[in-house]
Structure formats: C-alpha cells, structure tokens
C-alpha cells in the first residue's frame, strides 16, 4: 500500500500561499488526517515533535503534523496545549492558523481546501486573521507585521484592531528577547522592512518589545530613517545595517541636530544600549550600529574635518583594524545621505574610505623594527598622520 494510500495526507501553509504567489516555495509542511502515531511510525515516518506529533517523511525527510487543535493555557506564545487525534478534521487543524492567506490547503491531487477565503485575501494583497483566537498568541502581533513586510500587504482593520487590543495588554512583555529578535530581524530582511516597522508603531507594539521606538515612526525625522532602511541593498550585512539606521531614532534629537548640520552631536549610548538589550541584538548587529552611530556623530561638523579628525575617526570605530566591517558602516551613511539629500555624507564617507584604503597598504614594518618599544605608538601614529595629510593634501 502507498503511503498516499495509508494516509489522508495535504500540503498546508507558506508552500501553499507562495505558490499561489508565484514566488519560490521553499519549504513544505503537511498535515495529516485521520492518522494516529503508531500509523505514522509504521508507514517508515520517524517522530520528532515533543509539544505535539510532528513526523518526518522517510524519503524528503519533510515534516509531516497530525491534525490538531490547541487551547490556551498560559501567558505568552508557548502557553498553549495541543490536541492531536484522528478526530479532528482538517478545517479544524485549519482554523487554529494565523491568517486566511496561510489555511489553504493542497490535496494529493492538487485540489485547493480554503475554508477561509484565504485566497480572495491573497488577490486582495491583504493580511487577515482567521478568528478570535488570533489574540491568544502574541507573537502573531510580530509575526503580521514581518509577513506585511515580506509580501507588501495591507493588514485589515479589524485584525490590526486586535493586534492593538493585544498590545496594550501585558502579553507582548511575556515574549522572550531571542524570539522578539528573530521575528525583528527576519523582518529587518524583508524586502519592505520599513512596513514592519510602521506596523508595529501603528499598533502600539513597540512599547513593550522596543521602549525607545514608542511612538518614533509616527514623527516626520522617521521618514529619512525609513527611506534609509528600504534603500538598504539586499546582502549579508543588510539586517546590521537596517538595524543600524533604525537605531538612530532612539536619539532623534541628536539625529535632527546631525542632519541640519548643527553643532558635533554624539547619540544617547543609554537609548541605544536600552534598545538593543530590550531586542536582544547580536553581538554583530550591535557592535556595527554602535560603530555606526559613533561616526556619524563626526558628521555634524564635515567642514571642520582636517586630516586629524579623519584619522581619530578611523581609529574611534576600529576601521583600520577592521577595514570590511567598515566598508558596512560607511556604506549605511552614505544611504542615508543619499535619502536625507546629503551629498556632503557620500563624499566624507568616500575620502575616508580612500584613506583606509592607504593605511591598509602603509607598510610600517620597517619602522616599528627600528623603533624603541615605548616609542612604537607615537611613531605609528605620526606616519599614519602623515600619510592623511599627503592624500588629503594638506
């Protein structure tokens, strides 16, 4: 007997939607009806799940669910208990789904199952949820605002009405820091992140998960940062960068200051600790809008800059040790000088990208060998000065 045959089987969720979207379909899951563990184990599946029956298929190795229902139970996204037995039917494994554009099912034969007009929603481009339990998992608050951002859909009044509603209860704060970081930036990823952001404002989110961000993306300074964010080329370091530039606005003074060239302004490092502990940002995305915020700092006062200043820059936010990581920060100021309309930022970030360029290839071997320990330093510096000055011709 096949196993199409033994088991009532059928594609569900994201492979579903996207396929419908005609984008790549990455990952496929499947619900299976009907079935009871002791099946599924005999049909050459292997058990992986430990909260409910979660199979993986003895071939494609994908995962294979039995269709179940869920009640909660607890505060937070995990305070739920799962029902999984050969009762409950597919339109029931269904509705405990977030969005309608996500409970279509697919049968063995290519038949479409959408109880919920999830496919009106996907012709709509909009993001709908499927009932009242939506506001019994508060991650779905993120997750609506990462898949508006992913597929640049319109969220509906009335499930952005219960994604405030969950807002401005305490469930949000029940979320941890690592999976409030994964949906963030996963988001931050997206092709649209700045709809993410936008939504989370919208919805009063980012008082809980983000407390330096309440309240910033309804503000005019937000639009540059937003626009900033979009322009962010796609690459390995676009959610650093992204990150980065979001940052920005837990000192929105400081950055209005910067932008209209007032007096050299250095950001809250307090705002932007506070921001990056409240997210659990890694050490990577840290460490780069940190740097980040530290020179453009410097670029308040551009026509002050002399070859001293350049060189302190480089130093300040490790570039010369560091030049990639560099590369990263320089190119994230640029984009926002390019969306700000200031040209005066790209050329700043190019002439110190020519004189990184210059200290990386300074071989200042020979020196150091015939300099006094204690003296090294100052040597180094010196000919480091030197060298600026020379390309800078002053």
């Known amino acids: 007997m096949s196993e199409s045959e033994a088991l009532k089987t059928y594609l569900v969720g994201g492979a579903v939607r996207d396929r419908l979207l005609g984008m790549e379909v990455k990952d496929k899951d499947y619900v299976v009806v009907g079935a009871t563990p002791e099946q599924m184990i005999n049909s050459g599946f292997s058990p992986v799940g430990k909260d409910f029956p979660v199979f993986l298929h003895p071939v494609t190795k ?29 339109e029931e494994d269904l509705a405990r789904r977030d969005f309608t554009i996500n409970a279509i099912a697919e049968d063995a034969d290519g038949n479409l199952i959408d109880p919920f007009n999830g496919q009106a929603d996907l012709k709509k481009k909009i993001l709908r949820h499927i009932g009242p339990a939506f506001s019994e998992d508060p991650l779905r608050v993120l997750r609506a605002c990462r898949f508006a951002a992913r597929l640049n859909f319109t969220i509906a009044d009335d499930t952005l ?26 988001g931050l990823g997206e092709a649209y992140p700045s709809i993410m952001l936008e939504y989370l404002d919208k919805v ?81 995305s840290r460490d780069i809008a940190k740097q980040t915020l530290k020179l453009l700092s410097l670029f308040s006062d551009l026509k002050g800059l002399r070859a001293e200043e350049y060189l302190q820059a480089l130093i300040n936010v490790d570039g010369i040790r560091r030049p990639e990581r560099f590369e990263v920060i320089a190119n994230t100021i640029e ?14 970030t190019n002439t110190l990208q020519r004189i990184l360029r210059g200290l990386v290839e ?15 330093a100052n040597i180094v510096h010196r000919n480091r000065l030197d060298l600026v000055r020379s390309l800078l011709n002053e």
């Open 204 to 284: 009063s989110a980012l008082r809980l998960i983000a407390p330096p961000l309440d309240g910033i993306f309804s503000q005019a300074i937000s639009g540059v940062i937003l626009n900033s964010i979009n322009s962010i080329s796609p690459g390995p370091h676009a959610i650093e960068q992204r990150f980065s530039l979001m940052s920005m606005l837990t000192d929105a003074k400081a950055l209005i200051s910067i932008l209209e060239g007032g007096s050299q302004t250095e950001f809250s490092e307090a705002n932007f600790e506070k921001l990056a502990d409240a997210v659990n940002a890694t050490k990577s």
């Open 62 to 90: 994908e995962e294979y669910a039995l269709a179940r229902t869920e009640r909660k139970n607890a505060k937070g996204h995990k305070g739920f208990e799962f029902f999984a037995s050969p009762t409950v039917t597919l």
């Open 161 to 186: 009405a219960l994604m405030q509603t969950i807002s401005l209860t305490d469930e949000l704060s029940h979320l941890s820091a690592e999976r409030i970081w994964s949906e963030l930036s996963r």
């Open 362 to 376: 300074q071989n200042l071997s020979k020196v150091i060998k015939q300099t006094q320990p204690e003296d090294i």
């Open 335 to 348: 984009t926002l000088g390019r969306e700000a309309n200031k040209p005066e930022f790209v050329e700043a």
